[in-house]
C-alpha cells in the first residue's frame, strides 16, 4: 500500500470516528432535551404525553384549588399566555413564592384530556421576573408591551384567556 493511501485511510477512519462520536452525543442530549412551551402552544400543538416540557406562563387569579389525597395535597391551577389557558395539576407543596397572577413555570407532561401534570413548580424570584417566552407571548399577542409599563394585573388575567373554545383546559 503507498504512503498517500494510507494516509487516505487513516483520514476517513478519523472522520468515521468523530462523526460516530457526534451522532452519539446527540443522540443523547436529544433524550434529555426540555422543551419551553406557552399555553397557546399546547393548545396549537399538544406535547407527546411521554415527553417531558417546560409549561411557563401566569397563574391566572382565582383558579387556585386544594385538595388532599390521603396525606398528599394536590394541587390544580390554571396557566395562561393571554391567549389559552392549560389546566396545571401538581401533587406536593407548591414553592413559598407561588402566588395568583405572577409568573410560574410548570415542569411535566401532557395528560390525557388536555390538561397538564406537573412533576415540578417553580415560581417566579421577584415580582419583576417572567420567562423570556411568556413575555415575547404577551407582546406577540398584544397583550402586554414592557415599553408601556409593568405586565396586566393579575385579576385581569383570567378575562385575558381565550372564550372562543381554543382554550385547553381538563385535567388528569
Excluded at 48 to 75: F, I, K, Q, Y
Aim: glycine share 12%.
Amino acid at each position: 500500500m503507498k504512503r498517500k493511501t494510507r494516509r487516505l485511510w487513516l483520514v476517513v477512519a478519523c472522520v468515521a470516528g468523530l462523526g460516530t462520536a457526534a451522532g452519539l452525543t446527540l443522540n443523547a442530549f436529544s433524550s434529555n432535551i426540555v422543551f419551553f412551551m406557552t399555553p397557546s402552544q399546547v393548545a396549537a400543538h399538544p406535547p407527546a404525553p411521554d415527553h417531558t416540557v417546560r409549561l411557563g406562563g401566569m397563574v391566572v387569579a382565582g383558579s387556585v384549588r386544594r385538595e388532599l389525597h390521603g396525606e398528599t395535597p394536590v394541587n390544580r391551577f390554571d396557566v395562561t399566555d393571554g391567549q389559552a389557558a392549560v389546566t396545571v395539576r401538581y401533587e406536593g407543596i407548591l414553592p413559598d413564592l407561588f402566588r395568583e397572577g405572577q409568573s410560574v413555570v410548570a415542569v411535566g407532561t401532557a395528560a390525557a384530556g388536555g390538561g397538564f401534570t406537573a412533576s415540578e413548580v417553580l415560581a417566579k424570584h421577584d415580582e419583576t421576573y417572567m420567562p423570556k417566552e411568556v413575555a415575547e407571548a404577551l407582546q406577540k399577542s398584544g397583550k402586554w408591551d414592557p415599553k408601556f409599563g409593568p405586565p396586566p394585573d393579575a385579576s385581569s388575567w383570567s378575562s385575558m384567556t381565550a372564550r372562543d373554545g381554543r382554550t385547553a383546559r381538563g385535567g388528569s
